[in-house]
């Protein structure tokens, strides 16, 4: 396999996953496309470290890995707490939690 095959799928991982975040009005939807985002990184990453045969990427996709863990824990607890709050998840009422 090559190099450029890995980073046009990492690429093409990348843009579905910023269209999700531009586009997409639900929650939890935006949630997963900012992991496509994060494993297209992790991808490129470990494509990187093998193309230069060190394990600095896969360490560095560990670390991209446990913020990813720990974004969805906080985020969907905001979005618990926004569907309690307005019974939506739509991410245009957001604003209207404003105090």
Not at 16 to 42: D, F, Q, T
Request: aromatic residues 10%; neutral net charge.
């Amino acid at each position: 396999m090559y190099l450029n095959q890995f980073l046009l799928l990492a690429a093409f991982l990348f843009c579905v996953g910023v269209y999700g975040v531009l586009a997409r009005k639900n929650a939890v939807l935006v949630l997963m496309s900012i992991e496509l985002i994060l494993n297209a990184v992790n991808i490129n990453l470990v494509a990187f470290g093998l193309f230069r045969e060190s394990v600095a990427g896969q360490v560095f996709a560990l670390f991209v890995i446990a913020v990813a863990a720990a974004e969805v824990g906080v985020g969907l607890a905001v979005v618990i707490l926004i569907y309690r709050n307005r019974h939506s998840i739509d991410l245009t009422e957001v604003d209207m939690m404003k105090g």
